[in-house]
């Protein structure tokens, strides 16, 4: 088992930038395949990014591509969700979670979930 808690949201401007972390305790981010997905209110959750475990291999959904960037810090446990150029249409609550899947980017196969932080980007 692993324990997830996500942090860094906020309210941001079109344009600007956040920087979103998810920090792992009980299991070694090294382990698992970590993703991140979001959800707006009555929207269904969606992919975002994910890190695959092992070599760390990255995807990405075609709406963020380019603009955000995952990444880990193995030393601290924690994963990071850089999100540049931001739209109003990324507002949502963003999730970190963990999948022992090496390719999935499907929320069914990650077990492991944040509590979530939330991202408003205002226009």
């Known amino acids: 088992q692993v324990q997830l808690v996500e942090s860094g949201g906020g309210l941001v401007q079109a344009g600007g930038s956040l920087r979103l972390s998810c920090a792992a305790s009980?299991?070694?981010?090294?382990?698992?395949?970590v993703g991140w997905f979001r959800q707006a209110p009555g929207k269904e959750r969606e992919f975002v990014a994910v890190?695959?475990?092992?070599?760390?291999?990255?995807s990405y959904a075609d709406s963020v591509k380019g603009r955000f960037t995952i990444s880990r810090d193995s030393a601290k446990n924690t994963v990071y969700l850089q999100m540049n150029s931001l739209k109003p249409e990324d507002t949502a609550v963003y999730y970190c979670?963990?999948?022992?899947?090496?390719?999935?980017?499907?929320?069914?196969?990650?077990?492991?979930w944040g509590q979530g932080t939330q991202v408003t980007v205002s226009s």
């Open positions: 009980g299991r070694t981010f090294s382990t698992y395949s």
């Open positions: 890190s695959r475990r092992s070599l760390f291999t990255t």
């Open positions: 979670a963990a999948s022992s899947n090496y390719y999935s980017t499907y929320a069914a196969d990650f077990g492991s």
